[in-house]
């Protein structure tokens, strides 16, 4: 094991020496604001679809130009798109907070517009 990887896992234990035990009435710490989603949407429409584009793609699913981007209810409470490739096909996009995509579908094609 290297050395400073081993000092670390023997220092752990002796953090907690001297700490006060944790409370039950602190208040958890809010969710972090989806910085990546808010990016996302006030971004311009051609960088959005290449931006959904590239995260259809990274997924492996056939897409050679993303056409349409519509906004859909959200996806485990994370933002979501909806963005129909050239195929036809519309893959719905759900970005985390930490900025990873979740890739769906193919879905039917949101309604309205």
Do not use: H
């Amino acid at each position: 094991m290297p050395r400073p990887i081993l000092a670390l896992l023997l220092a752990a234990p002796l953090a907690a020496c001297g700490s006060s035990p944790a409370t039950n009435n602190e208040a958890a710490a809010p969710a972090p604001a989806n910085d990546f989603a808010k990016a996302l949407k006030t971004m311009p429409e051609g960088q959005r679809k290449a931006t959904l584009y590239r995260a259809i793609t990274d997924a492996r699913q056939q897409c050679q130009q993303v056409n349409a981007v519509q906004d859909v209810p959200p996806v485990n409470g994370n933002p979501a798109w909806a963005a129909t490739c050239d195929t036809g096909q519309t893959w719905i996009v759900a970005v985390g907070a930490d900025g990873n995509a979740k890739v769906i579908g193919p879905a039917a094609p949101p309604r309205g517009g």
